[in-house]
């Protein structure tokens, strides 16, 4: 099992251009969600998804998208990328038994 | 809202001292707490997980307990290595779909040989 994988490890983007952030999972877990890891701010939930077809906004969706169209995959759309958007973020995933989460390595990403 | 506080922000102990990392949640009626471990430049490791009918759990040499009614959850790390030097995290579970998780601002932890 790779588990909870992230790609790219590292982007730099302009103010306005806009991105996809990759998240798989291979544990065939219903449950995924994006967190963004701030300085002083903790983790916060961005969006999250109960299985395929159905998502959710968390605390901060503001500025970004998601979709779900298999149980594997849980990409993260900003749309017109914004210096307040400069974060790591993780994407996890959960099973409605454990409830255990598993989180991915992170995506860094700076918006200029 | 749910508000979950990690006192101290940072902790500097010698190598052999048992680590008291403290975590406190203002709303009672939570799923489950979870703690983690998270290292620079990575993403969390789950520690121990512990359900809110649950008043402890272990793993090795971590033990997590969870006072509900005082809003409180403390990991014990027994005779701490430098190798436990990390951030540590705790999130309360939400009783909704998907576990919806509530963090804490962490406690870095530095143990010197």
């Known amino acids: 099992n790779a588990g909870v994988t992230q790609t790219p490890k590292f982007q730099v983007l302009k103010t306005g251009q806009s991105m996809t952030l990759q998240c798989a999972q291979d544990?065939?877990?219903?449950?995924m969600s994006w967190y963004r890891q701030d300085p002083g701010m903790g983790l916060r939930l961005i969006h999250y998804?109960?299985?395929?077809?159905?998502?959710d906004q968390g605390e901060v969706p503001n500025g970004y998208n998601v979709s779900r169209s298999t149980t594997e995959d849980f990409p993260l759309r900003l749309l017109s990328a914004a210096p307040s958007q400069t974060s790591v973020y993780f994407c996890?995933?959960?099973?409605?038994?454990?409830?255990?989460?598993?989180f991915g390595p992170g995506t860094r990403l700076l918006v200029l | 809202k749910q508000e979950v506080t990690q006192i101290p922000a940072a902790l500097s102990v010698p190598e052999g001292e048992n680590l008291v990392l403290n975590c406190s949640f203002t709303?009672?009626?939570?799923?489950?707490l979870q703690w983690f471990r998270q290292d620079p430049g990575k993403g969390l490791t789950s520690l121990l997980l512990?359900?809110?009918?649950?008043r402890e759990q272990t793993s090795g040499r971590l033990n997590a307990s969870l006072d509900k009614s005082s809003g409180r959850s403390t990991l014990y790390i027994a005779a701490s290595q430098p190798g436990d030097s990390a951030t540590y995290l705790c999130?309360?579970?939400?009783?909704?779909?998907?576990?919806?998780?509530?963090f804490g601002g962490g406690t870095r932890v530095l143990v010197k040989p």
């Open positions: 996890a995933s959960t099973t409605s038994g454990t409830k255990t989460q598993y």
């Open positions: 544990m065939n877990h219903e449950y």
């Open positions: 998804s109960v299985g395929a077809g159905i998502t």
């Open positions: 709303d009672s009626a939570i799923y489950n």
């Open positions: 512990i359900q809110s009918s649950q």
């Open positions: 999130a309360v579970g939400l009783k909704a779909a998907g576990n919806k998780l509530t």
